[in-house]
T-cell receptor, first 116, second 112 residues
Framework: DVKVTQSSRYLVKRTGEKVFLECVQD?????MFWYRQDPGLGLRLIYF???????EKGDIPEGYSVSREKKERFSLILESASTNQTSMYLC???????????????FGDGTRLSIL | QKEVEQDPGPLSVPEGAIVSLNCTYS??????FMWYRQYSRKGPELLMY????GNKEDGRFTAQVDKSSKYISLFIRDSQPSDSATYLC????????????FGQGTRLTINP
């Protein structure tokens, strides 16, 4: 089974802090994703990566950055945390598939982040 | 208008009932359709994955895709309390093959 592990289940930080959320997958997947999940808004894509050191903006990248130095690890960084970044953060990974075939994504259990 | 619309519920049904969960979408380029199940305090897990139109069955679960109506459904037969969860539809196009667009999720409760 694919395992996507997020380093923290719950995290409390203060406004203005730099926050790091870590994600590791054990299936040698090339694609990795960061989402946030908010009530009434569903899952929204923040950033994704197709390969090591590659990254692309998703739908809501403002206030976030990412790092992918190794294939199995994808980090989400909140440069200066604000209260509107309080949310559930979900990491996912997937195979690239062949050509343009979409492969399902496998999710971690999320990090519930509170910014005070 | 959102690309994918899903009734957030909540939906509450008695054990043994047939459950129908639905999503509509506006982007005719969507070709891949998925259903995820998310238990409380857990990440979404893939339940069903279909390509283009048609039906797919897996045990008590059936996924239907009607591309002409831009409408997808998930049916749960003989529903069990363990099916209580939030169900998310997700879809992608060939052009954006690695990016999924999610519905809001429907919260389902099966009452014993």
């Amino acid at each position: 089974d694919v395992k996507v592990t997020q380093s923290s289940r719950y995290l409390v930080k203060r406004t203005g802090e730099k926050v790091f959320l870590e994600c590791v997958q054990d299936m040698d997947h090339e694609n990795m994703f960061w989402y946030r999940q908010d009530p009434g808004l569903g899952l929204r894509l923040i950033y994704f990566s197709y390969d090591v050191k590659m990254k692309e903006k998703g739908d809501i990248p403002e206030g976030y950055s990412v790092s992918r130095e190794k294939k199995e690890r994808f980090s989400l960084i909140l440069e200066s945390a604000s209260t509107n970044q309080t949310s559930m953060y979900l990491c996912a990974s997937s195979d690239p598939g062949q050509g343009t075939v979409s492969q399902p994504q496998h999710f971690g259990d999320g990090t519930r982040l509170s910014i005070l | 208008q959102k690309e994918v619309e899903q009734d957030p519920g909540p939906l509450s049904v008695p054990e043994g009932a047939i459950v129908s969960l639905n999503c509509t979408y506006s982007n005719s380029a969507f070709q891949y359709f998925m259903w995820y199940r998310q238990y409380s305090r857990k990440g979404p897990e893939l339940l069903m994955y279909t390509y283009s139109s048609g039906n797919k069955e897996d045990g008590r679960f059936t996924a239907q895709v009607d591309k002409s109506s831009k409408y997808i459904s998930l049916f749960i037969r003989d529903s069990q309390p363990s099916d209580s969860a939030t169900y998310l539809c997700a879809m992608s196009s060939i052009q954006g093959a690695q990016k999924l667009v999610f519905g809001q999720g429907t919260r389902l409760t099966i009452n014993p």
